[in-house]
């Protein structure tokens, strides 16, 4: 299968190196970790351990495959939609943080648009390095849940390079329960300076598992069966398997850079107040990054 993987940092490196043992895959990336890529190729390491040598490119636009995945900040979702526009793809395939993103692609592109999650640790160590920190699974399917042979294809072509794939019928769900981890982890984790499994411990706890009762519950408001049970296993799970990780949004707020928190608890706080649901929880945790951003860039 031809992919394109569209925002290659660290997550979407470690999948595309990944996937390019079995595929013919091509990178966008930033200029440094693009130009180290075709100098010497792209050096896994950590849980998972090759070298491969995927083309990289820094621009976007006009490229066509099979597959493009998606792994860009879910602020960036628009900006990468407008560049795949220019090109064609038979699917697209969100890989990404937060809600929404989906939508936002679908918006712009005529190809089907299908929903994912990944659970793989990755840490870009160095331009043409990237460590992965935690084997985990992807689970995709199209967005609105259900089935499709396009999914289905794309689910056959993980699991041919070895990622631990799962196509889901019930990605809504699946969306809503990873929001839920990521509420209770990311700004918490990036507020604290802690890593994920510090959040097993009290106080971080409470505050973690507020959060999430707060999502479940909106999730439910909007028709997503996610029970406070489901949604609070979930988090320790993965805060159980993922404990010395440091969390995407904390390694943003420690390197600088805007975070995403808008499309992780702002996205909780602006889907609870449509229904009329208070979640002061994640509105403190957001009031908190986002004042942190402003002072930030004004830095």
């Not at 010497?40 to 990289?56: I, R, Y």
């Not at 993965?238 to 808008?262: L, P, W, Y």
Request: aromatic fraction near 4%.
């Amino acid at each position: 299968m031809e992919i394109v993987v569209f925002g290659a940092g660290s997550l979407g490196s470690l999948i595309g190196g990944v996937l390019a043992t079995e595929h013919d895959v091509t990178l966008v990336a930033r200029e440094s970790h693009a130009r180290a890529i075709e100098r010497t190729g792209l050096k896994l390491e950590g849980a998972l351990e090759t070298t491969v040598h995927p083309e990289a490119v820094t621009d976007g636009h006009g490229l066509a495959a099979d597959l493009a995945i998606v792994t860009v900040k879910s602020f960036d979702t628009e900006r990468a939609a407008e560049t795949l526009a220019t090109g064609s793809f038979e699917a697209v395939l969100s890989l990404q943080n937060g809600m929404g993103n989906e939508e936002r692609l679908a918006r712009y592109l005529e190809a089907p648009v299908l929903a994912g999650t990944a659970t793989y640790g990755a840490l870009l160590i160095e331009p043409g390095t990237v460590r992965c920190t935690g084997l985990g699974e992807i689970v995709l399917g199209p967005r609105n849940g259900g089935t499709s042979p396009v999914a289905d294809r794309v689910g056959a072509a993980f699991d041919a390079s070895s990622l631990e794939t799962t196509v889901s019928a019930s990605m809504p769900h699946r969306l809503w329960e990873k929001l839920a981890v990521n509420a209770g982890i990311n700004p918490i984790t990036a507020l604290a300076d802690i890593p994920n499994g510090a959040i097993l411990e009290a106080p971080a706890r409470e505050l973690a598992r507020a959060c999430v009762r707060e999502t479940a519950r909106t999730a439910r408001a909007h028709d997503v069966l996610l029970s406070n049970r489901v949604a609070l296993e979930s988090l320790e799970s993965v805060a159980r398997a993922t404990a010395k990780n440091t969390s995407s949004m904390r390694q943003d707020v420690n390197a600088g850079r805007r975070t995403e928190i808008e499309a992780i608890n702002g996205y909780v706080l602006a889907k609870a107040e449509t229904v009329g649901l208070e979640t002061p929880t994640n509105r403190t945790l957001v009031a908190l990054l986002e004042t942190w951003e402003r002072k930030n860039a004004s830095d």
